[in-house]
């Protein structure tokens, strides 16, 4: 039996005159991956942001368990909602002036060779700067970082982005073996169709505002609606 983890009803969010979400709709099922898909600015990192509390939403609501609006926590209770959350944002984001021991050490203070080894990376690399490092260690390191303090949800934006196809193939590879193993309910905003068919258990596709097509991941081409399907046509 699925079971919903956050429940997304009727969500809007304009930045000024610019409406971005319009009346949006989503179930995020625990225990499942699921990709969000859609054009370069239709609103998939903003979506991302109010479901973990980072961008507050105009109107709608966003449940998550037994709480009924996220929206009208406390703070010090949105701070707790908030951790529940482990974040890979679209560039990594790791703190430049800091080692990676420090930018680890930044989420929690501990043992970090068991992490590095989950991720693919020796423990010497503790003393790196991020700058010395590709952009796909810097991912694993983000990566890293994000499943530290195991979270409840894991939000991936853009793992693959800019990495070459050897690349993106490996962090791909390291994300499924994470999500199958460990069973996180993850939220991955992607157009990389690699990483929606390997790991992605259902996929949802965000046109206009909302949500226009949602499904099983490997039933997109038999059953995608014209939209989806013209997407995944373009990016390949
Ligand atoms: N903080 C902000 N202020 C103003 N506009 C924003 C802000 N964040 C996002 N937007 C706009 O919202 C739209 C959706 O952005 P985003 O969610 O980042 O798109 P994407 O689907 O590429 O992740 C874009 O037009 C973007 O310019
Ligand atoms: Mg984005």
Request: charged share 30%; proline share 2%.
């Amino acid at each position: 039996m699925r079971k919903v983890k956050i429940r997304i009803k009727d969500l809007s969010k304009n930045f000024g005159e610019k409406r971005v979400l319009k009346n949006l709709n989503l179930n995020i099922y625990e225990s499942e991956s699921l990709a969000i898909i859609g054009e370069s600015g239709s609103g998939k990192s903003v979506l991302t942001k109010c479901i973990d509390g980072l961008e507050d939403y105009d109107s709608g609501n966003i449940s998550y368990e037994n709480i009924k609006n996220i929206k009208k926590l406390s703070t010090s209770k949105k701070n707790d909602y908030m951790g529940k959350f482990g974040i890979l944002f679209q560039n990594a984001a790791l703190f430049d002036s800091l080692s990676i021991e420090e930018n680890l050490k930044f989420c929690k203070k501990d043992n970090f060779k068991k992490i590095l080894k989950d991720v693919g990376l020796p423990a010497s690399i503790l003393k790196e700067y991020p700058n010395d490092l590709s952009i796909g260690v810097q991912k694993r390191i983000g990566i890293a970082r994000a499943i530290l303090k195991n979270p409840e949800i894991l939000i991936l934006d853009e793992p693959t982005t800019g990495l070459d196809p050897i690349i993106s193939k490996q962090i791909n590879f390291l994300i499924k073996k994470l999500v199958k193993e460990k069973k996180i309910t993850t939220v991955t905003v992607t157009h990389d169709m690699q990483s929606v068919y390997e790991f992605s258990d259902y996929t949802a596709f965000i046109e206009n505002g909302s949500i226009s097509w949602y499904g099983k991941s490997k039933e997109i081409k038999k059953k995608g609606n014209k939209s989806i399907l013209n997407f995944i046509k373009g990016v390949y």
